[in-house]
């Protein structure tokens, strides 16, 4: 069974920043893409940044030039960092892997407040 643990989210003033990580384990398959999804109450859960296991990355329009992503594949660990943070960034944030090519995995979400 995979698990993905997420650690990093809190409450920051707007122009701040916050580091999000995410360590999945218990795979006996690659991890080929892994990535950040956040979610607003009564709102679907939308695409922050994806990155391959080649390093490959994708943002959405909103975070591009703000947020990085990156991973370590050794550990099968993905990072966010998040620059000058926005009051509209306030979300829940999902850590997201996809595992042999074939099955998502979703972390428990961590809280991501911003403050104006």
């Known amino acids: 069974q995979v698990q993905l643990v997420e650690s990093g989210g809190g409450l920051v003033q707007a122009g701040g920043s916050l580091r999000l990580s995410c360590a999945a384990s218990?795979?006996?398959?690659?991890?080929?893409?892994m990535g950040w999804y956040r979610q607003t109450p009564g709102k679907q859960r939308d695409l922050v940044a994806l990155i391959s296991s080649g390093g490959n990355t994708d943002y959405t329009d909103s975070v591009q030039g703000r947020f990085t992503i990156s991973r370590d594949n050794a550990k099968n660990t993905v990072y966010l960092q998040m620059n000058n943070l926005k009051p509209e960034d306030t979300a829940v944030y999902y850590c997201y892997a996809k595992v042999g090519g074939l099955f998502p995995y979703w972390g428990q979400g961590t809280q991501v407040t911003v403050s104006s």
């Open positions: 218990g795979s006996r398959f690659s991890i080929n893409r």
